[in-house]
């Protein structure tokens, strides 16, 4: 596969993306063109709230740990944009999608399932070395959001796939009691504080020092 073809077009968008992140999206694919991955790095891969944990490889001590979030992403940005991943064969991917999808009255927990379901599939037969890891949805602030997340991450946790596929369960850690999003961990009710990312750093790191010694 040619370079040049392994990310989006500039008029290439999801159906889903909201105007104001179609310039976003083109953005940072050309910030992705500009800086490539490297063949066996490890990947965060997914929405506003992977693109601002900002240096990932800083927060974990690896160098070769590298962001591909894009704000105001959906499930179907990232089966626009996996091509990038096919051809450069990281290690290990870390996804983290589908609260904009839920966002969209216009679409659900069994859409986003769907779709998640597909790029995984898709990931495993062009690269079935590369380990990853499904993450489930964090809560929002929003009691609105509470339920559409809830029966989301269910479905998630039902997918099946080859051996090297594994879900993080990761919701649960930044839930309250009523499984909203703890305060101390977002200063908008759905992006984290550093305080947010210092604990999923935590949460990942003995998975990702395993996998930066191979």
Do not use: C
Not at 8 to 20: F, I, L, M, Q, R
Not at 78 to 84: F, M, P, S
Request: charged share 20%.
């Amino acid at each position: 596969m040619p370079v040049q073809n392994i990310y989006p077009g500039k008029a290439v968008n999801s159906n889903y993306h909201a105007d104001k992140n179609k310039i976003h999206f083109a953005a940072r694919i050309e910030t992705f063109k500009a800086d490539p991955l490297n063949y066996g790095d490890i990947v965060m891969f997914g929405d506003s709230i992977t693109e601002q944990g900002g240096d990932w490889g800083d927060r974990f001590g690896f160098p070769f740990i590298k962001n591909r979030g894009i704000s105001g992403d959906v499930t179907e940005g990232l089966l626009l944009r996996v091509a990038e991943l096919i051809y450069y064969q990281p290690r290990a991917v870390y996804i983290l999608i589908g609260v904009n999808d839920l966002f969209n009255p216009l679409l659900g927990p069994i859409y986003v399932r769907d779709n998640i379901s597909a790029l995984i599939q898709m990931m495993q037969e062009a690269i079935p070395e590369t380990a990853i890891t499904l993450q489930t949805i964090l809560p929002t602030a929003g009691i609105e959001m509470r339920e559409k997340i809830a029966s989301t991450n269910k479905l998630l946790k039902e997918i099946t796939a080859l051996p090297g596929f594994e879900i993080f369960d990761l919701h649960p850690h930044f839930a309250d009691e009523n499984d909203l999003l703890l305060q101390a961990f977002t200063h908008d009710g759905l992006h984290l504080t550093e305080a947010g990312y210092k604990l999923w750093t935590n949460l990942l790191k003995d998975k990702i020092t395993v996998q930066s010694s191979h």
